[in-house]
């Protein structure tokens, strides 16, 4: 899979949806977490059409962990599925090089989405009294009844855990999917086009930021970044 020329990650997030995701995020309250470093829940669609930008992925992750080495860590679970109902999980990861191997050794393959199963591993986290601050979900489509990951969804968001998805590609299906389930977990939805991988890198950083030290910490985060963050600051004025 290291072999593979590395495509740039979409073509460019449009204003627009930039605009809608980060309006969310400002609304969203801050949820206490008893442990001293945030907990992400990392979850990425490995079915074959997302094989192009999987690499880029990997790259990106490391971002989570440095940006919120400050605010007293970051502890990432990895969940991912593939092929005929294969979903997995890691442990709580909080080192970028573990996380960046575990990432680097999967390979994608033909499948159905399985969305539902990175919700209810999710949440059966927090009812076993664990930690989660956030979860992303990072997908270009959804084949599921949207009537029961609906209702996972707003599940998520009575225990206090954001969805945030970030799409890539221009499903209409999926847009509209997505668009509900992050609305029913109290989280955003942001659709990627096809341009440079930054932008979903300063989008990820965002979240883990939020999941790491709440909003004091997002907008010291966007007052220093790069010109997208700038203009998230203007957006959470």
């Not at 309250?29 to 079915?47: E, N």
Request: hydrophobic share 40%; net charge positive.
């Amino acid at each position: 899979m290291n072999d593979r020329k590395k495509p740039s990650i979409v073509k460019h997030s449009t204003e627009k949806s930039i605009d809608s995701f980060l309006e969310q995020l400002d609304k969203l309250p801050t949820r206490q977490s008893s442990s001293q470093a945030g907990r992400l829940v990392f979850a990425m669609d490995a079915s074959a059409s997302r094989a192009a930008t999987w690499d880029i992925a990997c790259d990106l992750q490391s971002q989570m962990f440095t940006q919120t080495a400050a605010l007293g860590g970051l502890e990432i679970k990895l969940v991912y599925f593939r092929g005929i109902r294969e979903c997995k999980a890691t442990k709580w990861i909080s080192e970028s090089p573990k996380l960046l191997r575990l990432m680097s050794s999967v390979t994608c393959l033909a499948g159905r989405t399985q969305i539902e199963r990175v919700i209810r591993h999710t949440l059966a986290e927090v009812h076993g009294g664990g930690d989660v601050n956030a979860l992303v979900y990072v997908g270009d489509s959804m084949e599921e009844s949207l009537d029961l990951l609906g209702d996972l969804a707003g599940q998520l968001g009575l225990s206090g855990v954001p969805m945030f998805i970030f799409q890539e590609g221009h499903n209409p299906i999926a847009a509209q999917a997505f668009a509900q389930l992050a609305k029913l977990s109290g989280g955003a939805h942001c659709t990627l086009d096809q341009q440079s991988a930054s932008q979903l890198g300063e989008l990820l950083s965002a979240v883990a930021i939020f999941a790491a030290g709440g909003r004091r910490a997002l907008d010291e985060y966007c007052r220093l970044a790069g010109p997208l963050s700038k203009k998230l600051v203007k957006q959470l004025k």
